[in-house]
Nanobody
Framework: QVHLAESGGGLVQAGDSLRLSCAAS????????MGWFRQAPGKEREFVAA????????FYADSVKGRFTISREKGKNMEYLQLNSLKPEDTAVYYC???????????????????????WGQGTQVTVSS
């Protein structure tokens, strides 16, 4: 069973930056693709960013392109999301997620589908004040 643990959320002002981290454990000798979703009150969970298991490919939602950067430690199940130029509309609970290593490869067509993602963290709150 894969366990995901996020950290790094908080309360910031518009224009500030935050860095979220996520550590995955539970699968030895396997490097996972990883990603981030977010869910604001009263809204559906939405895709934010993802990175493939080898770090070769990254994907972003249009709403965060140019402001957020996803990265990972090479060869490890550890990922980061750098959030810059934060806006009040970025306020949400941010969830770390990972697909099963036995599932389909991440592509730009499937990365935003919740069905692709099998494992989820508990979430970390990001609040951006205006």
């Amino acid at each position: 069973q894969v366990h995901l643990a996020e950290s790094g959320g908080g309360l910031v002002q518009a224009g500030d930056s935050l860095r979220l981290s996520c550590a995955a454990s539970g699968l030895a000798f396997t490097t996972l693709s990883m990603g981030w979703f977010r869910q604001a009150p009263g809204k559906e969970r939405e895709f934010v960013a993802a990175i493939t298991w080898n770090g070769d490919n990254t994907f972003y939602a249009d709403s965060v392109k140019g402001r957020f950067t996803i990265s990972r430690e090479k060869g490890k199940n550890m990922e980061y999301l750098q959030l810059n130029s934060l806006k009040p509309e970025d306020t949400a609970v941010y969830y770390c997620a990972s697909p099963s290593p036995y599932g389909p490869a991440l592509t730009s067509q499937n990365v935003g589908s919740l069905a692709v993602w099998d494992y989820w963290g508990q979430g970390t709150q990001v609040t951006v004040s205006s």
